[in-house]
C-alpha cells in the first residue's frame, strides 16, 4: 500500500510539470456520533479527503484521492484492523486503533476514438438502483456504518481497467479486475457487528460461536474479473445486458483446526452474474429494472452435520420507481426479491429474501437545506430501518448535516440486529480549494 501511494504521488508530481488543467481540493469534516440506547458515544471521527486532478487538453487525465480517519473513540472499528478481506495491494494502512489512511482513487484515463480507457483503483458501478445492490456486482462493499452510508464512500475501489466504447447504436463497457478483494466485516465488538444468524454462519444472536479468521484473498489469473456491458438506447428507454464473473465478494465460511482448537475461516469463492436491465422515462416518472442470475453460487448450510457448503443458483430481481415531483422533490420506490433454488432446509440464509424501500428527497431555499429520509422494510425477517438526514449550507464551502437512524425488530433479522443501535450523527464539513 505504501509503494502504491508513493508512485501515486511520483506520477502525480510527473504530470504536474506538463501544461495541463491541475485541480486540488481537500474536503475535512468532524463528526460526533451518539448511540440512544444506553447514552453510548459512537464516534468523534475527523475525516479528511483530498483530491487531486490533471487533465490534458489531449483527452488524458489522472485521478487521485485518498481518506484519513482518525477517531477519538474505537466502537466503529475496535482495535487495530489487520484489513485482511483486502487484496494485497489495496489495503488501506492502519494507524493503530486511531483510524486509517486509505488511497481511494488512483487512475489514468485516456480518450480514444469513440471511447474512452481507464487504469488504475477505481469504481465501476453497473448497477443503477438507489441503496441496493443486484447489478452492482464488480467493488465491494465496507460495512462498518453497515448501509447507511453511501454507496460511493463504502464501495471499495479496485485495481482494474476499464474500457467504455461506442459501437454504432450500442455502448459497451469493458472490466478486467486482478483486484480480488471482499466485503469489509466488522469485527467482533464493532458498533455495527453482523449479529444475525444469516452472517454467523447460523449461530444465534449474542450465542457462543466459534472465533472467526479471515483469509487473504489470493492473487491470481484464477482470482481475476472479467466483465462486460452493452447497452442500447430504444426510445426512452436505456436497455443493458451484463456478464462479470469474478471472486465474490461475500465470504463463505469454513471450519478448520487451528493452533487453540477450531476456527471458522472466512474465504471468497467464484461468483459468476448473468443480469439483464432497464431504465424506461415515462415524463417525470423513471422505471427501473434489473435482474441478475447467479448460476451455481456457493451458499453456506450449518445443520446437524455441521458448517458446510451447498451449490444453488440464486435469481435476485428489482423493480424501482423515481419520481420528479413539483418544488424540487424527489421520491425513490423499489421492491426486491431474491430467491435461492431448491434450498436445503439447513441453507444460512432465508430462501427468499424480499425487501421494500421509499426514499423522499427535498431541497429548500435554492438548495440551502437538503432533507432526506429513507425507510427499508423486510418481509422476510419483519423489521426495518429509517434513516433521516437534514444538511444545512452554511456558505459555499461549508455545511452542517444532521444524520440519524433507528432499527425495528428482533435480533435475529436484517435490521433488527441493530434494534440497540439507534444513532443519531451531527458533522461540519468544510471544502478547501
Known amino acids: ?245 469474478g471472486r465474490d465478494p461475500e465470504p463463505l465460511g469454513r471450519v478448520t483446526a487451528g493452533p487453540q482448537g477450531p476456527v471458522v475461516q472466512r474465504d471468497l469463492e467464484r461468483r459468476d452474474t448473468l443480469g439483464i436491465s432497464a431504465d424506461i422515462g415515462l415524463g417525470p416518472v423513471v422505471l427501473r429494472l434489473e435482474h441478475a442470475r447467479h448460476p451455481d453460487r456457493f451458499f453456506n448450510t450449518s445443520g446437524v452435520a455441521g458448517l458446510d457448503r451447498v451449490r444453488r443458483d440464486q435469481a435476485r430481481s428489482a423493480l424501482g420507481l423515481d419520481v420528479t415531483g413539483p418544488f424540487d422533490t424527489f421520491i425513490n420506490i423499489q421492491y426486491l426479491d431474491d430467491r435461492v433454488s431448491d434450498a436445503p432446509m439447513d441453507l444460512v440464509r432465508p430462501k427468499t429474501d424480499r425487501l421494500a424501500t421509499v426514499a423522499l428527497r427535498k431541497t429548500v431555499g435554492f438548495d440551502t437545506w437538503e432533507f432526506l429520509a429513507r425507510w427499508y422494510r423486510s418481509f422476510t425477517d419483519g423489521d426495518s430501518m429509517a434513516t433521516l438526514s437534514v444538511q444545512r449550507a452554511l456558505g459555499d464551502r461549508t455545511s452542517i448535516q444532521f444524520e440519524a437512524a433507528t432499527f425495528r425488530g428482533t435480533d435475529t433479522g436484517l435490521f433488527g440486529q441493530f434494534v440497540d443501535r439507534d444513532m443519531a450523527t451531527l458533522r461540519l464539513t468544510h471544502r478547501f480549494r
Do not use: C
Open 1 to 245: 500500500m505504501k509503494r502504491l501511494m508513493l508512485m501515486a504521488m511520483l506520477a502525480t508530481s510527473g504530470l504536474a510539470q506538463a501544461d495541463a488543467k491541475q485541480t486540488f481540493a481537500l474536503d475535512a469534516s468532524l463528526a460526533y456520533g451518539h448511540g440512544a440506547d444506553g447514552a453510548a458515544r459512537m464516534h468523534s471521527l475527523l475525516e479528511v479527503r483530498p483530491e487531486y486532478t490533471w487533465q490534458s487538453d489531449t483527452g488524458k487525465a489522472f485521478v487521485t484521492s485518498a481518506r484519513l480517519r482518525l477517531d477519538a473513540d474505537d466502537d466503529i472499528e475496535p482495535g487495530a484492523p489487520g484489513y485482511e478481506s483486502y487484496w494485497s495491494a489495496g489495503q488501506p494502512i492502519a494507524l493503530g486503533d486511531t483510524g486509517s489512511l486509505e488511497l481511494r482513487d488512483a487512475y489514468l484515463s485516456v480518450d480514444v476514438g469513440a471511447g474512452q480507457l481507464r487504469f488504475g483503483k477505481q469504481q465501476i458501478v453497473w448497477g443503477n438502483l438507489d441503496g441496493l445492490r443486484v447489478l452492482d456486482v464488480i467493488n465491494p462493499q465496507d460495512f462498518r456504518y453497515f448501509i447507511i452510508e453511501d454507496f460511493d464512500a463504502s464501495r471499495l475501489t479496485l485495481w482494474s481497467a476499464y474500457a467504455d466504447v461506442s459501437l454504432g447504436e450500442w455502448r459497451a463497457e469493458f472490466a478486467v479486475v486482478p483486484d480480488s478483494s471482499g466485503h469489509v466485516i466488522p469485527d467482533a465488538g464493532a458498533w455495527f457487528e453482523l449479529r444475525a444468524p444469516r452472517f454467523r454462519f447460523g449461530a444465534a444472536p449474542g450465542g457462543p460461536g466459534l472465533p472467526v479468521e479471515t483469509v487473504r484473498p489470493p492473487s491470481g489469473l484464477d482470482d481475476t474479473g472479467f466483465g462486460v456491458r452493452v447497452t442500447r438506447q430504444v426510445g426512452t428507454a436505456a436497455l443493458s445486458l451484463v456478464a462479470y464473473s
